[in-house]
């Protein structure tokens, strides 16, 4: 089971927490053209990177504050965690 | 012969002035206070515990704790009955009854010999070889003749009457192993301020302190241990835990640690849990685990009687029992003659076979001293005894030490054998460390860490005494001092233990000569030298595939005495190093867990929460059939007398249809959303548009996922220019929370909205029929009722009694219906108030049952419909779909899947015969006489029997469904044998026009 520090409410275990995929996606624009590649690709098309990855994590069971992970996917090593507005010092 | 093979002195840890009766196969014995079954049936002579798992060989000790392979018996009987326990661990309690596993009729006379007299016909990867062909054979013959004849103890079929908690502890330093390394490090630690936990798997803390002659300081080791101990418990810092494992190491320093709570105890209170898991987030670990003595492999090694000779040493020591009266000890190094000194303490002489040339070693010495020859240069080549070893064949080794040049029989009734000692690294492992192969020891190292971790002591390779001490007490203050800061080492007091020399590369004996004997290296698995060759012989090269063709380390024991002894013979038939052979990998658990201790209070009823409306009480005591409806508890029917369910849900909605009928709705999910930019977020979050719902209206609303399938549905009603009130299904509930926190935090940041789930503030009551609205009037005089004072989707706050009250107009059964909203602390009385003031209206309370049955002719869509692969015209809401705003999961739905002019449409179906029910879940085909594989057009996704029309209707969700309607179809369910020709008519089967809503 995970540690993991939640930006706002300290270190918790993994069982207060769940998943959200990967943080690097971004939304396309309400309203804007876009081809059927490009939305899929924001659907369904995910990186599934053996190392380094920057992941969604939300604390349900505690403040409800969705926040960044950037953890290992082989070690699970946390390396750090930060708010949506902000970036990772590592 | 009653504790017949007790010694003498009283130097140990059993009380001899208590008695403790047990069972063992049916006879009575007994034994004493701080016995385990395993030293008590020792001191009985009893060395056949059970039969070996392929052979069904005689077995009985081999070692004194966790390493044991051998000595499992079944534990207790009926509801209590436990397979598979190891003898070596269970502490003697009154009345315990334990017996043999996989032997039939008897351990002394198993049937199931036969396969050891048969032994060459199961070589390795017997079953492999032999089931093969005919493939039709292995589900109905081979597969059930192995499962019955494979397997040891007998799993209970009762459940589990015991009661097992789980506990979540925090520290600075958890010491794995209470041994010197582990007493120092955890005394080092706590002296300097930090939260140490210490765990010993033992009933006694002390490990290697409790049978070694060594001095720390002034005083012995056991006393220093005990003092050590004394000192830790005054500490408020420290928790001691005895009688417990860590048997797992995970991510993030997580360790699961086993406690025996109860076991020990005669007769424990019911509150006291029998085991307790412990769930440890450690700062820092410090596995200070020991090591494991290694058997040797040689002719028939595994008679009942045959032991390791620090097993040997600790029953005397520890347990004042002998192992035999006639032992032979031998060894490859000098630890065990520790061992052959004890038995002469106890006016013993032991015949000592060394298979090397000579040692100096200071026990070595102290033996010869005594008068006592040892036979160097030889091993023993076999063994005779049936059920017991009575003699061995010792031969003296050639120069090569490949063979036997002589050999002579001599009686015995116990072999002490050493081959040198393995680091417990496993879970320094399951952490992730990296071993390392140690060429002085002859064994895996700790080496690179992942976690942070740190192995300790004869765990970490370091065999001495004096070295043991000092890494302990240097880790625990360096650890420790990551914490607190304190700067206060503990200094290693000075220690004194005999010299030890080299122990001797030799693992395997040579056959003796004209006999091809099994020599073992696994016992558990019965698994020799011969069957790692046949591998070898038959290409097998990775350890883990010689590892999984020969089952070699498989079994429930994780292969510890057994994997070394594997890796050392596998290299040296490959003529590799061992490191260049590898090991295989270590997993939890270390040793075996029960599944109730894993399971702990989550049973039964505290498997989940269970949620109750307030009005609970009030649906119990009308004879509500609940049914769980996620966590909540819903009421599902309400019988009358003898009514069945079909009558029953029957009634309930007639009486909905007919007169008015009450339902607790307070389980829909309800989020509060405010904010100046609410209406903009909602007309993200829905298909329809929002921005100009006017203050005091409700709507109704469909939201999608981003992949443009149906996510949930709901009304949502404006409460005032910036907030809103959403409701959302039962089901879906949380995940629609989650889903708008997530557009909010993540993807919109700029939107000013707040939400917060507000389900189990409100308690819902639908009031629905024809009489809602007379029945309303009455109890809420000051409000207008009437169409124009309050329309269909309207909503109107008023009050009852002084609570205050929130009235919607929306109906989910078609009917004209209300909704009344009260805090949830009120939602009794006022369904109650309701109740009461409705009798003169023939109001009737309905059920989730009812409820369905009421939507489903309507053709209203629920979960059923929207299951996660449709989008909204697959069920009727495309007219919910707004084409001049975006929205979630927009740009999906004009992909060309989506866009097909036949795609699957919701439609409504009614058997030919309007009679026959068709089952949820059935296909819909459109020739039932056609050859399979039939194509399949859709399939039923609600049933109900239309008590408007009085027949059996269902929805269904079919490829091209708007042009199927008047057509005649199937609805066939091939797992109940049943073709139902169906019509196709418009699931709008009641009151298509939706006039009776805005009535």
Same mark, same amino acid.
């Given at each position: 089971m995970l540690e993991i520090k939640c930006p706002y409410c300290g270190k918790r275990s993994q069982n207060e927490f769940s998943y959200g995929g990967d943080a690097t996606i971004k939304r396309p624009q309400l309203g804007d053209e876009i081809?059927?590649?490009?939305?899929?690709?924001?659907?369904?098309? $995910?990186?599934?990177? $053996?190392?380094?990855?920057?992941e969604l994590w939300h604390h349900v069971s505690g403040c409800r504050q969705w926040f960044k992970v950037s953890r290992d996917t082989a070690t699970h090593e946390i390396f750090d965690t930060c708010k949506m507005n902000e970036d990772f010092n590592v | 012969m009653s504790n017949s093979f007790r010694t003498t002195n009283s130097t140990g840890l059993i009380n001899k002035d208590k008695k403790i009766n047990f069972t063992f196969n049916g006879t009575i014995?007994?034994?004493?206070?701080? +016995?385990?079954?395993?030293?008590? =049936?020792?001191?009985?002579? #009893?060395?056949? *515990?059970?039969?070996?798992?392929?052979?069904?060989?005689?077995?009985?000790?081999?070692? *004194?704790? *966790?390493? /044991?392979?051998?000595?499992?018996?079944? =534990?207790?009987?009926?509801?209590?009955?436990?397979?598979?326990?190891?003898? @070596?661990?269970?502490?003697?309690?009154?009345?315990?009854?334990?017996?043999?596993?996989?032997?039939?009729?008897?351990?002394?006379?198993?049937?199931?010999?036969?396969?050891?007299?048969?032994?060459?016909?199961f070589p390795a990867g017997f079953y492999y070889k032999t089931f093969m062909w005919p493939k039709s054979f292995w589900m109905k013959i081979y597969e059930p003749f192995i499962r019955k004849a494979a397997g040891m103890g007998k799993a209970p079929l009762l459940p589990d009457p015991d009661r097992y908690e789980h506990n979540y502890e925090h520290c600075d330093v958890l010491v794995v192993g209470s041994g010197p390394s582990g007493l120092a490090s955890a005394l080092a630690a706590a002296k300097n301020g930090a939260r140490v936990i210490l765990a010993e798997d033992k009933p006694n803390f002390g490990g290697s302190l409790l049978t070694d002659e060594v001095t720390i300081g002034n005083m012995s080791g056991k006393e220093w241990a005990s003092d050590t101990i004394s000192q830790l418990k005054s500490m408020p810092n420290v928790i001691l835990k005895k009688r417990s494992q860590v048997f797992g190491y995970y991510d993030h320093n997580m360790t699961v640690m086993i406690e025996r709570v109860s076991d020990h105890i005669e007769n424990p209170s019911k509150y006291t849990p029998r085991q307790r898991l412990h769930y440890i987030r450690a700062g820092e670990v410090i596995v200070s685990t020991g090591s494991i003595e290694r058997p040797i492999s040689f002719g028939n090694n595994d008679r009942p009687g045959i032991v390791l000779a620090s097993a040997a040493k600790e029953y005397m020591k520890v347990y004042e029992t002998l192992v035999g009266k006639k032992p032979i000890i031998f060894t490859n190094n000098d630890?065990?003659?520790? @061992?052959?000194? /004890?038995?002469?303490?106890? +006016?013993?002489?032991?015949?000592? #076979? +060394?298979?090397?040339?000579?040692?100096?070693?200071? =026990?070595?010495k102290e033996v010869q001293q005594k008068g006592i020859s040892i036979k160097f240069n030889s091993g023993i080549a076999d063994t005779k005894g049936h059920l017991k070893i009575n003699s061995a064949i010792i031969g003296k080794l050639d120069s090569s030490k490949e063979s036997f040049i002589s050999e002579e029989t001599v009686e015995c009734d116990c072999i002490c054998m050493s081959g040198g000692w393995t680091p417990t690294v496993h879970l320094s492992s399951q952490a992730g460390n990296k071993l390392k192969f140690n060429d002085d020891i002859d064994a895996f190292v700790p080496d690179k860490k992942r976690q942070k971790e740190t192995a300790i002591g004869a765990a970490n390779g370091s065999f001495t005494l004096n070295q043991s001490l000092a890494e302990g007490f240097q880790v625990g203050f360096d650890l420790s001092n990551k914490f607190t800061d304190q700067n206060n080492p503990t200094n290693s007091p000075n220690s004194n233990e005999p010299s030890y020399e080299k122990h001797e590369k030799l693992w395997c004996m040579p056959l003796p000569s004209g006999k091809k004997p099994k020599r073992f290296i696994d016992f558990q698995n019965d698994v020799a030298v011969s069957d790692v060759e046949l591998a070898i012989r038959e290409g097998f090269r990775s350890i883990e595939h010689v590892k999984r063709y020969t089952t070699l380390g498989m079994a429930g024991d994780q292969g510890k005495t057994s994997n070394l002894n594997g890796l050392q013979y596998v290299s040296k038939i490959e003529k590799k190093i061992v490191p260049e052979v590898g090991h295989t990998t270590f997993r939890p658990p270390y040793t075996p867990v @029960?599944?109730?201790?894993?399971?702990?209070? /989550?049973?039964?009823?505290?498997y989940l929460p269970t949620r109750k409306s307030p009005i609970h009480t009030w649906h119990e005591e009308n004879n509500a059939v609940f049914v769980a409806a996620g966590l909540w508890q819903r009421p599902r029917y309400y019988p009358r007398g003898s009514e069945d369910m079909n009558s029953a849900v029957n009634r309930e909605a007639a009486n909905v249809r007919k007169n008015v009928g009450i339902c607790d709705v307070t389980t829909l999910g309800k989020i509060d959303i405010k904010g100046p930019d609410a209406p903009e977020f909602l007309n993200r979050v829905y298909t329809n548009a929002w921005l100009k719902l006017p203050v005091g209206k409700a709507r109704y609303g469909v939201m999608l996922r981003e992949d443009g399938m149906v996510f949930d549905d709901g009304t949502t009603s404006r409460l005032s220019e910036n907030h809103f009130h959403m409701t959302t299904t @039962?089901?879906?509930?949380? &995940? *629609?929370?989650?889903?708008?926190?997530?557009? =909010?935090?993540?993807?919109?940041?700029d939107l000013d909205v707040n939400v917060l789930s507000t389900t189990e503030q409100w308690s819902g009551i639908a009031v629905a029929g024809p009489k809602s609205r007379d029945l309303l009037s009455k109890l809420f005089p000051d409000v207008d009722m009437s169409n124009e004072g309050l329309p269909f989707m309207g909503l109107v706050d008023s009050s009852i009694d002084g609570i205050k009250a929130r009235i919607y107009r929306i109906s989910f059964s078609g009917e004209l219906a209300y909704e009344v909203n009260v805090e949830s602390n009120y939602g009794l009385y006022i369904w109650k108030k309701i109740m009461e003031e409705g009798q003169s209206f023939d109001i009737q309370p309905y059920g989730t049952e009812a409820l369905s049955t009421l939507r489903i002719e309507m053709g209203h869509v629920a979960g059923a419909e929207l299951d996660g692969r449709t989008i909204p015209f697959d069920v009727g809401l495309n007219s919910m779909v707004s084409q001049k705003k975006d929205f979630i999961g927009k740009r999906s739905l004009s992909k060309d899947a989506f866009t097909e002019s036949d795609r699957q449409t919701i439609v409504g179906l009614v058997p030919l015969d309007k009679k026959t029910k068709i089952p949820e879940g059935s296909h819909i085909i459109e020739d039932n006489s056609a050859v399979a594989p039939i194509p399949k057009l859709g399939h039923v996704s609600?049933?109900?029997?239309?008590? /408007?029309?009085?027949?059996?209707?269902?929805?269904?969700?079919?490829?091209?469904?708007?042009?199927?309607?008047?057509? &005649?179809?199937?609805?066939?369910?091939p797992l109940k044998d049943i073709s139902i020709p169906v019509e196709v008519v418009s699931s709008h089967y009641v009151d298509p026009e939706g006039t009776r809503v805005r009535s």
């Open positions: 081809s059927t590649e490009d939305w899929d690709n924001f659907v369904y098309y $995910r990186d599934n990177p $053996r190392g380094k990855h920057s | 014995y007994h034994g004493y206070e701080g +016995d385990t079954l395993a030293s008590a =049936l020792i001191a009985n002579g #009893v060395h056949l *515990v059970g039969r070996s798992f392929k052979y069904h060989r005689p077995r009985g000790f081999l070692g *004194v704790g *966790v390493e /044991e392979p051998n000595a499992m018996v079944q =534990l207790h009987d009926g509801n209590k009955s436990e397979p598979n326990i190891i003898a @070596t661990e269970v502490e003697l309690v009154e009345g315990l009854k334990a017996k043999s596993q996989n032997c039939w009729p008897s351990v002394q006379f198993d049937i199931g010999e036969i396969n050891n007299v048969l032994n060459r016909f630890t065990a003659y520790s @061992t052959a000194l /004890e038995f002469i303490k106890n +006016d013993i002489e032991p015949i000592i #076979v +060394d298979t090397r040339d000579s040692s100096n070693g200071e =026990l070595v @029960t599944i109730g201790a894993i399971v702990g209070r /989550e049973v039964g009823n505290h @039962t089901a879906q509930a949380a &995940n *629609v929370l989650s889903h708008l926190e997530y557009y =909010l935090q993540v993807v919109w940041p609600s049933s109900c029997w239309s008590v /408007e029309y009085n027949n059996p209707f269902s929805i269904a969700i079919i490829k091209d469904g708007k042009n199927k309607i008047g057509k &005649n179809l199937y609805a066939v369910s």
